[in-house]
Nanobody, 118 residues
Framework: QVQLAESGGGLVQPGGSLRLSCAAS????????MNWYRQAPGKQRELVAT???????NYGDSVKGRFSISRDNAKNTVYLQMNSLKSEDTAVYYC????????????WGQGTQVTVSS
């Protein structure tokens, strides 16, 4: 079994910063892509950022220049550094990893709430 554990969410004022972490544990042979998604109330889940196994990154248009995704392969962990936060960044943030043990499978974290408000 594989589990993803997220941390780092919370309440922050507009213009502030937060750093999210997501660590995978369990039966893991290899991890391909690592992703962050978010879902705001009443909206569909959207892709925020992706980092591939070779370190290539991609970002959603709404977060480009403000968010940064990184990974630590030794720790099976992905990070999301969020700067210049806006109220519209308020959402539940989920990590997703494509992990191989006996086969490739997408695993999701349980989600962490990020609230941007004064």
């Amino acid at each position: 079994q594989v589990q993803l554990a997220e941390s780092g969410g919370g309440l922050v004022q507009p213009g502030g910063s937060l750093r999210l972490s997501c660590a995978a544990s369990g039966r893991i042979f290899s991890i391909d892509s690592m992703n962050w998604y978010r879902q705001a109330p009443g909206k569909q889940r959207e892709l925020v950022a992706t980092i591939t196994s070779d370190g290539t990154t991609n970002y959603g248009d709404s977060v480009k220049g403000r968010f940064s995704i990184s990974r630590d392969n030794a720790k099976n962990t992905v990070y999301l550094q969020m700067n210049s936060l806006k109220s519209e960044d308020t959402a539940v943030y989920y990590c997703k990893m494509k992990i191989y043990y006996a086969m490739w499978y997408d695993y999701w974290g349980q989600g962490t709430q990020v609230t941007v408000s004064s």
